[in-house]
């Protein structure tokens, strides 16, 4: 029997606060990408994955940041399909941030605008990043460092950002509550996939938290445990 959704408990899991970290997750587009604003007490925050599709979704993310007046430190993509880079070109345009992504994911990005209008997607300009992040590579905004942790298997230019001082981790498309990403999209392969779920997330410890690129999130222990992928 499927599982009952309790919608005061879903609407509330759509702003978590970690410590001192708050996360604010918007579902965005047709596909329900997960769209965050990370920040903290300092009001300095990031966006990760913007995925707007529409000018409404547009308002949504600028009405949040303005009633919080959280100054964007950093727009992020965790990869560069349409679903999560749709908004780029608007956050770029209205918080004057710089655009953060792994450079083995730019041949997929230039393509972007012709796959998001092959999905349905509107036609967009995709601005060029400013910041090309590595493996290892820091972002810090207020009082949070996040590391990079470069993870292909989804997709080539795929990162996970930790936030080891909370015991999170932001993961994209890599893995999901259950289950894992899909490795049958341009530039994914299944082995890479799980070596880079077992090289860099199954390391953590059980009880960071997962924060996905789409649906719920999760800790890795429960995964560990429980995930049948793995």
């Not at 979704?57 to 303005?66: A, C, R």
């Not at 349409?82 to 041949?107: Q, R, S, W, Y």
Request: charged residues 25%.
């Amino acid at each position: 029997m499927k599982k009952k959704i309790d919608l005061k408990d879903y609407f509330k899991a759509m702003k978590l606060k970690i410590n001192n970290l708050n996360v604010k997750i918007f579902h965005f587009n047709m596909v329900q990408v997960n769209t965050l604003v990370c920040y903290d007490e300092t009001k300095n925050g990031v966006i990760v994955d913007p995925g707007m599709a529409s000018e409404t979704q547009e308002q949504m993310l600028l009405d949040f940041i303005t009633k919080e007046n959280i100054s964007v430190n950093y727009i992020i993509n965790t990869h560069p399909h349409i679903d999560h880079v749709a908004g780029n070109a608007f956050c770029v345009k209205t918080f004057k941030a710089p655009l953060v992504m792994h450079e083995a994911g730019l041949p997929l990005y230039k393509n972007a605008d012709k796959d998001g209008m092959m999905f349905g997607f509107p036609h967009y300009d995709y601005p060029q990043p400013d910041i090309l992040i590595r493996e290892d590579d820091r972002l810090t905004f207020g009082n949070q460092v996040w590391k990079t942790l470069y993870t292909p298997g989804h997709a080539d230019g795929s990162i996970c950002l930790f936030d080891e001082k909370n015991k999170v981790v932001v993961v994209g498309d890599l893995l999901f509550a259950g289950s894992i990403g899909r490795s049958d999209l341009p530039t994914g392969n299944f082995r890479q996939l799980i070596q880079s779920i077992t090289d860099k997330l199954l390391l953590l410890d059980d009880d960071t938290l997962v924060i996905p690129g789409h649906a719920e999130t999760t800790t890795i222990g429960e995964e560990r445990t429980n995930n049948p992928y793995l």
